[in-house]
DNA sequence: ACTCATATAGGAATATCTCCTAAATATTCG
DNA sequence: CGAATATTTAGGAGATATTCCTATATGAGT
């Protein structure tokens, strides 16, 4: 798996060591792409395969793994911090589309906002890096459903 | 003032009481537009008009008002929930422009993302409702330092 | 003013996350 | 390989933001 040289060519690169503790965590993380899995989660996760591991550490490798950018923080203000992995463009994140029915967490594509961030560059004169975006709105079931409950009701 | 007129007709209409807790946190917010204050700052600062207030008060005064859509909520990820007055379109907020630098939070106009509202309608059949939005990167004040820098160096 | 459902104060409880320290281990070098 | 050493970890204590609990207080309708 050519995700987890690159995992270890960043922590020597960066000076960091090779545990097997780190190599569970991120796997964890890679194998449940798309879950956006908070830190118990994963700590559960890790658990299964590598019982000994100690909450602290999962805590330390996640902060650890996003400072080398392999991970990425997201926050759906439900007092947990998730976690999903960095794919492809490492500088542009996807946004996430949630709807307010169902709860339903969609992923959309990553290169939505170039032209808005050229523009954002020209008005405010502030370089965009990154974003994080989140749509709130109504899912294509819901909207189903939805539109077919006016129907009866009228 | 007609905000606070506004708000009583709010509360009064979804049933709940009109109390001066209520009104001075939702003062607080108001008078501290731009701020992005947290519930702890908001919690000291009501304290010095109104000393009486229990910190509970402020928490579910704040969940009552964001649902009541006369706050929002937003997340800098700094272990804080924060809350900003909601303004003029209810429907759809401002960004916020994050400096990595300098750590300043610059507002942006809201309506820059309705083209790509209509396009994630089309390709995802998702209807946005609301969006919220962080775009991270370099302000005009630390890329003038930065390219400074840079030409020194070399 | 009386009634009563709602709201509050204050403190206890919860929960996520971080800190601390002795022990373990990865990596380097001989 | 084996020793030296700086880093990392486990596990529990600690920190801190937020929520829960309950007796008391209060707003609003009559
Ligand atoms: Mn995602
Ligand atoms: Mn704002
Ligand atoms: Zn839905
Ligand atoms: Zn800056």
Same mark, same amino acid.
């Given at each position: 798996?050519?995700?987890?040289?690159?995992?270890?060519?960043? /922590?020597?690169?960066? *000076? &960091?060591?090779? !545990?097997?503790?780190?190599?569970?965590?991120?796997?964890?993380?890679?194998?449940? $792409?798309?879950?956006?899995? %908070?830190?118990?989660?994963?700590?559960?996760?890790?658990?299964?395969?590598?019982?000994?591991? @100690?909450?602290?550490?999962?805590?330390? !490798? /996640?902060?650890?793994?996003?400072?080398?950018? /392999?991970?990425?923080?997201?926050?759906?203000?439900? *007092?947990?911090?998730? &976690?999903?992995?960095?794919?492809?463009?490492?500088?542009h994140r996807h946004h996430h589309l949630i709807c307010l029915e169902c709860g339903s967490i969609k992923e @959309?594509? %990553? $290169?939505?906002? @170039?032209?808005?961030?050229?523009?954002?560059?020209?008005?405010?004169?502030?370089?965009?890096?990154?974003?994080?975006?989140?749509?709130? @709105?109504?899912?294509?079931?819901?909207?189903?459903?939805?539109?077919?409950? %006016?129907? !009866?009701? !009228?």
């Amino acid at each position: 798996m050519s995700v987890l040289k690159e995992f270890n060519r960043v /922590l020597k690169e960066k *000076g &960091y060591k090779f !545990t097997s503790q780190r190599q569970h965590v991120f796997e964890v993380v890679v194998e449940n $792409d798309g879950e956006h899995l %908070n830190s118990q989660e994963i700590y559960e996760l890790v658990r299964k395969k590598y019982p000994e591991i @100690g909450v602290a550490t999962v805590y330390r !490798t /996640l902060a650890l793994l996003e400072e080398m950018k /392999l991970i990425y923080g997201v926050d759906f203000e439900d *007092g947990f911090r998730r &976690y999903e992995i960095v794919k492809d463009d490492k500088e542009h994140r996807h946004h996430h589309l949630i709807c307010l029915e169902c709860g339903s967490i969609k992923e @959309g594509e %990553n $290169d939505l906002l @170039g032209t808005i961030e050229e523009e954002i560059l020209r008005k405010d004169k502030f370089k965009v890096t990154n974003h994080k975006v989140k749509f709130y @709105g109504y899912c294509d079931k819901c909207l189903k459903i939805m539109e077919k409950n %006016n129907k !009866t009701h !009228t």
